[in-house]
């Protein structure tokens, strides 16, 4: 039964002085405060449904004491004062698009929830975007087309703004200027104390480069100001093969990310799938200036397909069929690895995708149950951009030192809780059985990215010592008291 947000606020403070549950005083506590009136939820209110429907994953959709919706940095603000004030344990989401259970949402405490803070400007002047956490990328991606420039940002419409970008953000522009972090010339972000700070070369450099990987761990980030890229078109799609072409079509893959150009505008990803029809094998071939065919993918076109969705356009109209696999309120789990750019440890990642996925089925005959497995490179190219612009916390330096990489993604999605329950342990020995081939192989390499990781796969504990060291100094710093490692109990800590 719905009933009324003052009605609720009434309840919660009569029960409150009664009993002075957490989370009755949490929420009695920001309800109450005249700058959040009408900005906070509380299961049975309008819009709190509605909210909870706007995660990616239905594993990451939990159902807080309260959402707080703020529409200002003034809110967030507020917002960061009572939860401290309180001691009120807390949930960022921006798009929501993690997958894991505690990813972007809180069962015991209050999820922020930046939905509310999600528009774009665009300054010609200075080429310089500015956007705020809850925007996602499509709309991002619309707004600039008029300027005819481009924002470095995700490869799905529906991905939020504020966690690709602090997690760092794989784009189609990461050859030619690194990760969506790395062309961020300035960070807002409430920090713990309920003040506002700019971080970029000149002011809180520290934090500016800290926030580049750092994700939720330092404070909320309110805005971000990237630098754009002139154009708007992008070609690209997906290209199907007969599952016998799979060797050639590897062969293709390593041999274009051993040829990938400084700042090439070329990018290529295979995908691997499982679904009720059977495995499938596909390329997903990008340029990030329009240009078709480019000689970069002669190994690729070279090859027999059987369909292909590869057109020209903006960048707007492009992303929403790289959306599709990705639909919304399934049981979406996501984990990830890195191993060598060679052909052995690209096959013994695709035969233990057909051996598991095999397993899943049989498992649960009618589950309607997806297997997604993409293999990127992480290429020379793509960190020597990241350094350029100032560096960031991902570690990659070392990773990259002989060479291009390859960064493995393993998507499961399954349709029901029940037969989540079922395939999820045999999704989990998949992920095992790679990384034991991989080292018993001598493939198997030591990171782990974080928009990626599966929540016990601590991507920190992979970027390296030294940046571990500067983002344990800069907590330190900016948020004396801990908040962000004691409070917050989303996403990944330090």
């Known amino acids: 039964m719905k009933f009324s947000v003052a009605a609720s606020f009434a309840t919660l403070a009569a029960t409150t002085i009664a009993g002075q549950d957490p989370h009755r005083v949490c929420c009695e506590a920001l ?6 009136r009408g900005k906070v939820l509380l299961p049975g209110s309008v819009g709190y449904d509605a909210q909870l429907n706007t995660y990616y994953s239905a594993n990451a959709a939990l159902h807080a004491w309260c959402m707080v919706m703020p529409e200002s940095t003034k809110d967030v603000q507020t917002t960061v004062k009572i939860l401290t004030k309180n001691q009120c344990p807390f949930g960022i989401k921006a798009g929501g698009h993690s997958a894991f259970k505690g990813s972007s949402g809180i069962a015991e405490g209050v999820t922020v929830d930046f939905g509310h803070m999600n528009s774009t400007s665009y300054n010609p002047d200075t080429g310089i975007v500015s956007i705020q956490p809850g925007a996602r990328w499509g709309s991002v991606y619309e707004f600039l087309n008029p300027y005819n420039v481009a924002a470095v940002g995700a490869r799905t419409s529906v991905v939020g703004v504020g966690g690709f970008t602090t997690g760092g953000g ?4 990461s050859n030619s200027h690194g990760f969506s972090c790395d062309v961020v010339k300035n960070w807002e972000i409430v920090l713990a104390d309920g003040s506002v700070v700019n971080a970029n070369s000149n002011d809180n450099a520290d934090l500016w480069k800290a926030q580049k990987g750092a994700s939720g761990n330092l404070g909320f980030v309110t805005r971000i100001d990237q630098e754009t890229v002139k154009g708007t078109l992008l070609w690209g799609g997906f290209t199907s093969y007969e599952l016998s072409e799979r060797d050639n079509v590897f062969v293709a893959y390593l041999d274009f990310v051993e040829k990938t150009e400084e700042n090439s505008p070329d990018q290529a990803i295979i995908a691997l799938y499982y679904d009720f029809t059977g495995f499938s094998i596909r390329s997903i071939l990008t340029n990030n200036m329009g240009v078709a065919n480019a000689p970069a993918f002669d190994g690729f076109l070279a090859l027999s397909n059987t369909s292909s969705t590869v057109t020209s356009g903006p960048i707007s109209e492009i992303i929403p069929q790289f959306t599709g696999p990705t639909p919304l309120g399934l049981y979406a789990n996501w984990f990830t690895g890195m191993a060598t750019n060679t052909l052995e440890a690209l096959t013994i990642i695709d035969d233990l995708h057909h ?5 899943m089925q049989a498992a649960a005959p009618n589950s309607n149950f997806s ?37 493995w993604l393993v998507s499961l999605t399954v349709d029901t809780e ?14 095992d059985a790679i990384n034991k081939a991989e080292k018993k ?17 601590k991507p920190f504990s992979h970027y390296g010592k030294d940046n571990i060291k500067l983002l344990h ?9 801990g908040v962000f490692q004691k409070l917050r109990q989303t996403g990944f800590k330090l």
């Open 418 to 431: 029940e037969n989540q329950k079922v395939i999820l342990p045999i999704a989990r020995e998949f992920v």
């Open 31 to 36: 309800g109450a405060e005249k700058q959040l």
């Open 473 to 481: 100094t800069v907590s330190k710093k900016y948020d004396h008291n």
């Open 371 to 407: 297997t997604l497995v993409e293999l990127q490179p992480v290429t020379n190219s793509m960190v020597d951009n990241s350094v350029k612009r100032g560096g960031n916390i991902l570690g990659l330096e070392r990773v990259v030192k002989d060479g291009p990489v390859l960064m």
């Open 441 to 457: 192989a001598g493939h198997w390499i030591d990171w782990v990215y974080l928009n990626y990781a599966w929540k016990d796969e």
């Open 170 to 173: 794989y784009t189609f522009h």
């Open 355 to 359: 051996k598991y996925a095999t397993m």
